[in-house]
């Protein structure tokens, strides 16, 4: 199946900017092998729509709620996301784990959430550096993937180790590979024949630099790309590098 490149553009971006940076990624995207999504703040997920109508490009939110509606004033909710048009969600990611304090329970009652309004999740997992140097990282990451996923999962995973995002510090090929074998190992596990299809995305300071190297390893499904995808130059050349 073809590679997952979605780019995750946090808390950057306003109006003017996003479609421009939207129309740059669509004008280049012609001859790519992989399927490409983009996530903006949900203040440009309707413009961005807009840019990318007709494209085959996918639109992600950058998370959700677990319920459908409701009091839950500041929330954004999947079916929300979806009559947007966002054919995506990043649930779990490290920035919300640590600043909102998201547990595992609640990054499963989201991810539940987005597949019942139509969404495709991507889930994070991943250690933080003092994890790993006590050994403790398929501990951490292992028990993050098996209480985060509802049964039924259907969707994306991405490993992101903790002490790589936006450092510049990337794993070596041997980590990465070994990470990714270690989680399709505990996805078959669970789910059977089904967990081969889950794709396993890479994330933590991808750049056009080690984009190849990484996503040529064989269990690297994609890459969820943080600061290089809010230039498109750099976000389309780690999508050209891509199997």
Request: hydrophobic share 50%; proline share 5%; glycine share 16%.
């Given at each position: ?20 940076l ?12 992989c ?31 677990p ?74 990451v ?42 399709r ?42 600061g ?16």
């Open positions: 199946m073809p590679q997952v490149i979605a780019g995750n553009w946090k808390m950057n971006g306003l109006a003017a900017g996003a479609e421009a939207a129309g740059a990624v669509r004008s280049g995207a012609d001859g790519l092998s399927r490409l999504v983009l996530c903006p703040p949900f203040t440009l997920l309707a413009p961005v729509a807009t840019v990318l109508a007709g494209s085959g490009i996918g639109l992600g939110g950058q998370d959700c709620h319920e459908p509606a409701g009091a839950h004033t500041g929330d954004i909710s999947a079916p929300m996301l979806a009559d947007v048009g966002a054919s995506h969600v990043i649930l779990g990611h490290s920035e919300r784990r640590q600043d909102h304090g998201e547990s595992d329970a609640l990054v499963r009652a989201k991810t539940a959430a987005a597949l019942a309004a139509g969404l495709v999740p991507i889930v994070c997992v991943g250690e933080s550096g003092a994890q790993r140097q006590a050994g403790a990282a398929e501990e951490v292992g028990g993050q993937l098996g209480a985060s996923l509802p049964d039924g999962f259907a969707g994306l995973i991405a490993y992101e180790p903790v002490w790589a995002i936006g450092t510049g510090l990337t794993p070596t090929a041997a980590e990465i590979a070994a990470m990714h074998d270690f989680l190992n505990r996805l078959v596990g669970r789910f059977g024949v089904g967990g081969r299809e889950i794709a396993i995305l890479y994330g933590g300071s991808v750049k056009p630099a080690n984009a190849g190297a990484i996503l040529a390893l064989d269990e690297v499904g994609g890459a969820l790309v943080g290089a995808c809010l230039q498109a130059a750099d976000f389309l050349a780690i999508a050209a590098a891509a199997r």
